[in-house]
Structures are given as C-alpha cells and as structure tokens.
C-alpha cells in the first residue's frame, strides 16, 4: 500500500519546505523507492495562472498543461520525473469541485459544510495519486500552521492520520529556530509554540526539521524532543547550505529518510545511489572558469520570477565545469545612450519571458547589442518574440514592427495574437500551455543542440510570429529553424551568420534537471565560455602590441 508523509511548515514562510520535500523525496528515490510529491496551496486562486510574479514568483507548467508552483519546479529538478495537473491543488480548485458537485446535486440535498465535504475533497486529492502505483506520496502544505486559509488541510490530514493504517503515514513539520545575536542564543520557543498549534488542531508531527543558521547543539535538539514530545533522533538539523543542491546530501547525515521509513515501517531499505548527484555537486563547487551572463527582465527585483531560468544555468554550468555569474539588467533601464556600458563585459545575454509593454524598448535594445556585437543571444517566449521585433525593424528596415500584445494598431505586426486566442475573454488557463511537438531543419544550430529532429518542449503563450512576415525574414538572414508540424508555428529562429543566435518560442528552462541539463542552456553556456576566452586572447593581443 502507498504510505504518506506530510510536510508542514510553521513560524514564518520561506523555511523551504519544497526542497526539504524534494530532498526527502531524492533520498527515498535513491534507495529505490517509487516517489512523488504534490503541492497544497492554500490561496483561493484556481491556479497561480493569473498571479503577478511579484506575488507569487514564476508560474511553472507541466507537460500536461498545468499551470502551478513553482516548487513543482524543485520536484522535477531534484526527481528527475514529470510531474502533473493532479500534483498541485488548490483552496480554490477544491471549492471550485464541490460547487460544482453541489449543483449537479451530488450531495443529495445535504448542507454542503466544511467538514465533511472540503475535508472529503482534500483527501481524494491527497491519495488520488495512489493509483499511479507510488510507493510513497510527499504532500507539502503551503503556508504556515496557524493561517486560517490552512485550518482545513490540516484538519484532513488529522483525518487521514485517524482514517489510516497505523504506519501508513506520518507529519514532517519545518520550523525555525532563530538565533539572537545580541543574546548570542538559538531560541526554540518559537519551534515550540509552532508544534503546540498544530497540536492544537489535532495533528501531531512525528518528525521536526529544524531551519537555523548556526549549529544545533544535542542539548537544544534533546530540549525540543522534551517539549514537542518527539523522540531526540527525530529532531533534525536544517542548517543554511552553499546550495539547494546539497540539501539531499545533508538531510542524508540526519538521517531523516532513514527515520521516515522506520516510523512507517519499512524495516528492509538499501543504501542511496547518489553517485550521479555528487558528482554534479563536485563539478558546481569546483568549477574551471567564471562567465557573465546577462539576464534581461522587468522581475529582477525577485529572484524567484526566473527561478527555472537560474536553476537551469546551475545545470549547464556543472556541465561546462563553469561558473555561471547571473547579472541581473532591468529592462527599463536600457537606453540607446546606456546600452553599450551595460553590456559590453558580458559573455552572453538571455532575453528573459513575459508579458506586458513594460520594458519592452529596453529589450529590444539588447537584442540589437547582441546581435551586432556577435555576443551569444539567447532569447525565451518574449525574448525570442522581441528578436524578431528588432530584426524587423533593423534589418528589414520596418520601423514600426511590433507585436499586438503591445501596440494593438501597429502597421507590421510580425508578432500577433493567435487565431485560436481571437475569441478567449477569460483568462485563467486559456493560453497555448503544456508540451507540443516541434520539427527542426536538418543543419540548423537548434538540430545541432537538440541532435534530434522532432522534440517536445512546454509553452506559456498567446501570441505568436506572424508568418505573414516568413519569408522576408527568412531571406533577409534569419532562419525559422524549428516549425510545429501541424500549425506551421514557428518555434525556434536563429541567425546563422551569428556566432550564436537562437530564439524559441516555449520555455526550455521548465524541462531541465540535475541528471538532465537542458541542451539549450548547455550550449549557450559552451558559446558564452568561448566568447569570453576569445576576449581574453584579444586583449592580450591589444597587451602586446601596446
């Protein structure tokens, strides 16, 4: 039977209960253990689809078309596995269902309540992936213990807790404990108030991981186990790491999968192959040279708006055994008259996705430095769409060549609104989502990548280049390299008179792991590698002559 381990968090949010979810999760994986992990959100929204990235950070999509946390995204990066619709549920989708059963009259004329109906909803949810054959299901409960919007998760994990086998599940509850510098003091009051609410509610962790920033000393561990009434050996130590990668390693000395599958008696287990991870981590720590990448945007402010996109340069940048520094430029402030002294020390410059007009003149302004100056572009949904803006209008010589999302009257429109997003006005879950097919040219710089000619890659999206404009691109020196082979959409373009050119119209950063570094970014940072030795050489050259 599948067993169930919860994950909850308390005192503050941000602890990271997605990767100690996801590190667990490896470490079970790695004794050969069949794994997944879902995601409960709280919030009302049916999805994070809508949300601004300020709020919520990137929206992550599956390979089914799910819009979702993106701690979906740590799941696949540290799995290796896809994951699903059913992996992130809502507060929102969950009441959206009951309604809906409510008025086809499911219920048989009972007032809908709570408890039993949410709570029933929210633990068909929870097993529901039971059916794929899971050996064991992580759920992670957004939020922090004590917010009203959690009560009813909790109170269906209570139920399950009461409803299960002896053994078939257990609570792995994240809290903080913080260290005073004036007192010079780690404090557990708080890790004990927290435990002390979620007891109030009826759920009682089994297991405390315990965030801090300085050594948990066995006293203090042996201090929470008394005052949670846990076992000591089931406090575990959660202390800062150089990486989110090396999370797995250290909950591996705290033993914390070993307790897990002991307290839902699982006697008989192997040792974890991590050879794979470990080798990645000594390749992230060790690396042989530095470059800079540029990453254009309007979310700098927040890391986790292009947390896929970073995560993905971490990949490609083990794998090149190089360092990837990310400097950050925001799009709104590119000028004509600043561009040159924001970009020229880089060795390579991302065009980061979107929506919206802002910064969108800033961006075009990089592609045209990037372009000109045989810098290695790289341009993603937006990114590539404001490649072709200003190939449009630089080299095709039409001024006003825009995309409608931005200047609906524009006389050029090479990038539009697609015909089967004409007619949609609501906008939770109606864009081009999930993963489509894509036929790449035979040659091309995207078939030398890929070595494949036919992939799948995910899509966010509304509009799309307008092949109205194909050919004139096309003939004026930038190759549409990649075509979905039943639209005729065009997913990849590239400049092959460029040392590095390529635009693509889904998003490549979704899809890459640890074990599986996405051959876009791998390649993009072997050119950005190049162009920086080939810098060093130059200016040693400019050295000697002088």
Known sequence: MTKYIFVTGGVTSSLGKGIIAASLAKLLQARGFK??????????????????????????????????????????????????????????????????????????????????????????????????????????????????????????????????????????????????????????????????????????????????????????????????????????????????????????????????????????????????????????????????????????????????????????????ECKVIVQDVHSESITSENVKHKLEGLDGLLVAPGFGHRGIDGKILAVQYARENGLPFFGICLGMQMSVIEFSRNVLKLPHAHSTEMDPNTSDPVIDLMEGQKTITSKGGTMRLGAYPCNIEAGSLAHRIYGAAQITERHRHRWEFNNRYLEAVQAAGMKASGLNPETGLVEIVEIPAHPFFIGVQYHPELKSTVENPHPLFVHFVGAAKKHAAQKKVSGAEILQEN
């Open 35 to 320: 794994v997944t992990i879902q995601k409960f959100d709280p919030y009302i929204n049916v999805d994070p689809g809508t949300l601004n990235p300020y709020e919520h950070g990137e929206c992550y999509v599956t390979e089914d078309g799910a819009e979702t946390d993106l701690d979906l995204g740590h799941y696949e990066r540290f799995l290796n596995i896809y994951t699903t619709q059913a992996n992130n549920v809502t507060t929102g989708r969950i009441y959206q269902t009951v309604i809906n059963k409510e008025r086809e009259g499911a219920y048989l004329g009972k007032t809908v309540q709570v408890i039993p109906h949410i709570t029933d909803e929210i633990k068909n949810r929870m097993q529901a992936l039971s059916a794929s054959g899971y050996d064991i299901i992580i759920t992670e409960i957004g939020g922090t213990v004590g917010d009203i919007e959690s009560l009813p998760f909790i109170e269906a994990v209570r139920q399950l807790q009461w409803e299960l086998p002896e053994g078939d599940c257990l609570v792995v509850h994240l809290t903080l404990v913080p260290y005073l510098k004036a007192a010079k003091e780690l404090k557990t009051k708080p890790t004990q108030h927290s435990v002390k609410m979620m007891s109030e509610n009826g759920v009682h962790p089994d297991i405390i991981v315990c965030r801090t920033e300085q050594p948990l000393p066995k006293d203090l561990k042996n201090k929470i186990a008394l005052f949670c009434n846990v076992k000591p050996d089931a406090v575990i130590e959660a202390a800062d790491a150089r990486s989110i990668y090396e999370v797995p390693l250290l909950m591996r000395q705290e033993k914390l999968d070993e307790i897990c599958l002991k307290k839902l008696n699982i006697t008989w287990f192997p040792e974890p192959e991590l050879g794979i991870w470990e080798a990645f981590l000594n390749k992230l720590h060790n690396p042989k040279s530095t470059v800079t990448i540029g990453l254009i945007g309007k979310y700098i402010e927040l890391q986790d708006a292009y947390k896929s996109i970073l995560e993905a340069f971490i990949h490609a940048g083990a794998i090149n």
